[in-house]
């Protein structure tokens, strides 16, 4: 079974600048999760998508950051206009469902750097 | 408020020895517990989770956790570390207030020495 797969795995950015993230989770799953960790820190969710519908973007700085999941599989999140302190691991994952006890399923990661 | 804390930043411990990452918890309701491994340039992997019952949870790679309410805490160990056991450790909850999303602790980095 294939992991969740994200793209670009780095990325390098000036401020002010705009960048996109891809993710593909894994097939079936229903659930998909962006978190961003910053250095030193856990991840934190910025938004989860139950099929293509939000579930809870509460932590998302909405002003400069999106996300969508188009037909319910893949996911893009996007910065624009980035700042210096959006530099972090940007991590994806997936469940088969709404999570309560199952699993979630992390991707790689994105490595940001905005200068 | 729901957390856990992670209150060792780095541990170093010697290849073959014992080992037990702490792990506190603030929870208002029976709390859901996870550990996750991250590997450098890795994502985040699950050990294992509590969410009721047996108090010792078994989990893959040869790790255990005990829940303990008395003390808040959930304690990862493992009885003799291997080299590849070297990574990031988190500690997490599941925030049972709102859409059932995770919570994670700041992690334990463990360096394994030779």
């Known amino acids: 079974e294939a992991g969740v797969a994200q793209s670009p795995r780095y990325k390098i950015i000036e401020k002010r600048q705009s960048v996109a993230f891809w993710c593909n989770p894994i097939?079936?799953?229903?659930?998909l999760y962006w978190y961003q960790q910053i250095l030193g820190q856990g991840p934190k969710l910025l938004i989860q998508?139950?099929?293509?519908?939000?579930?809870?973007d509460s932590q998302l700085p909405k002003d400069r950051f999106s996300a969508e999941r188009l037909k319910g599989v893949d996911s893009t999140l996007k910065i624009q206009p980035a700042k210096l302190e959006d530099s972090a691991v940007y991590l994806c994952a997936s469940s088969p469902e709404l999570a309560g006890g199952n699993e979630q399923f992390f991707g790689p990661g994105t490595r940001l750097t905005v200068l | 408020a729901q957390s856990v804390t992670q209150p060792d930043i780095h541990i170093t411990v010697s290849e073959g020895a014992s080992l037990e990452l702490r792990c506190n918890y603030s929870y208002g309701a029976t709390p859901y517990l996870f550990w996750y491994v991250q590997s450098p340039g890795q994502g985040l992997q699950l050990l294992l989770k509590?969410?009721?019952?047996?108090?010792l949870v078994q989990g893959i790679k040869g790790f255990e956790a005990e829940f303990k309410r008395s003390q808040s805490s959930f304690n990862l160990r493992k009885p003799s570390v291997h080299w590849s056991d070297a990574a990031e450790y988190f500690c997490a909850g599941l925030d049972q207030t709102g859409a059932n999303n995770l919570f994670f602790g700041t992690g334990t980095r463990l360096t394994v020495i030779p």
């Open positions: 998508f139950q099929n293509n519908g939000v579930v809870d």
């Open positions: 509590y969410f009721s019952g047996d108090t």
């Open positions: 097939s079936g799953h229903a659930t």
